[in-house]
């Protein structure tokens, strides 16, 4: 099969290489899937500059999740899933013509599902579903702030809060993005380049304070946000956008922009900090990486989630999707095409 494999650290157009690698074989509890195409995500772009621990070493295809058909099973694989069109994650893999992955880690879906779309259910969707309804499940009426809001993640998280009856604070950046967040439904669409985020989520404020925060950013969002949360306040991290930002020492800069946090303070104001993992939770719970998956699907089916698609690149234009992702320009999901 071919592979696009991660070959260097840097510059995305030399980073890699299109490879011929072995066909994976499913293992047990595995199916194996030929790819139709592949979606991306910030994490991504993050490894191709060496700065996701997660990422294996190099050489490497790397990759969260793809849109295929089951062409082969492993044993203890449900039967009924062979021959299926899914929409899948992958622990690493997913750049390839064929990927193999846990079975609990795909939904089937229809086969007039725009590839686009599909692939907005896997990592993405699922860290939404995750974050806003496992894991910090929202009430009607709370005051919910999510960063990165025009962003795959993002604009998935804003409409499950919409659909909770929460009102949303949603941070991007330019009149392009402001627009589309206040279609989505955001009580209020925050533009960061126009100065201080935290000030502005105060002046609307007033005297109240956040329940929710969504933060894809981490750094020196970290203690903004924790100002921002009053009692019961949560506040969910998952992701660390800032640290791609920051040049030399940048992770030792990252953490300390972050603070310390005494636990016995949170315990003392009543909030709370929760964290988000997707990789190392589909490591140990696949029974909640199915539970997502399903959730997600059937929020799709039923329009609850409506997936925007910035684009779908033919494979052989995997660095421009990989720069236009890393520019922060991009709308909801980048996908490649095989």
């Known amino acids: 099969m071919k592979a696009w494999t991660l070959i260097r650290h840097g510059d995305v157009d030399r980073a890699f290489a299109l490879r011929d690698h072995p066909d994976p074989s499913p293992a047990r509890e595995q199916v194996l899937i030929r790819c139709e195409g592949f979606g991306l995500n910030y994490a991504d772009t993050m490894a191709v500059r060496g700065l996701y621990r997660e990422a294996p070493p190099l050489p490497s295809v790397i990759g969260y999740e793809v849109v295929g058909r089951v062409e082969q099973v492993g044993a203890d694989v449900p039967s009924g899933l062979l021959g299926k069109r899914v929409a899948a994650l992958t622990r ?19 086969d007039d599902l725009p590839l686009g779309e599909a692939a907005s259910l896997t990592t993405q969707g699922c860290t939404a579903w995750y974050a806003a309804r496992i894991l910090c499940p929202l009430r009607k009426g709370e005051r919910v702030l999510v960063h990165s809001a025009a ?12 659909h909770a009856g929460c009102a949303v604070f949603a941070i991007v950046s330019g009149a392009d993005k402001l627009a589309f967040v206040k279609r989505l439904g955001a009580a209020h669409a925050i533009d960061r380049c126009a100065g201080d985020y935290a000030a502005q989520v105060r002046a609307l404020l007033g005297k109240h304070l956040l329940d929710v925060s969504f933060n894809a950013v981490g750094g020196g969002s970290f203690k903004k946000d924790l100002s921002l949360i009053g009692s019961g306040g949560r506040l969910v991290l998952f992701g660390g956008a800032e640290r791609g930002s920051i040049g030399n020492l940048g992770t030792l800069r990252f953490v300390w922009r972050m603070g310390i946090v005494l636990p016995i303070f949170l315990m003392m104001k009543s909030r709370s900090l929760l964290g988000i993992n997707m990789l190392r939770l589909g490591d140990r719970r696949h029974d909640l990486i199915a539970e997502c998956m399903q959730g997600v699907a059937n929020a799709h089916r039923e329009g609850i989630l409506r997936p925007h698609v910035h684009g779908i690149f033919p494979h052989d234009q995997l660095p421009a999707a990989l720069e236009a992702l890393a520019s922060g320009g991009t709308m909801g999901k980048v996908v490649v095409r095989w």
Not at 92 to 110: K, L, M, Q, S
Not at 151 to 162: D, S
Request: proline content about 3%; charged content about 10%.
């Open 92 to 110: 690493f893999g997913g750049y390839a013509e064929y990927a193999a992955t846990d079975h609990r880690a795909c939904a089937v879906i229809p």
């Open 151 to 162: 962003g795959g993640v993002g604009h998935l998280i804003v409409q499950l809060a919409v």
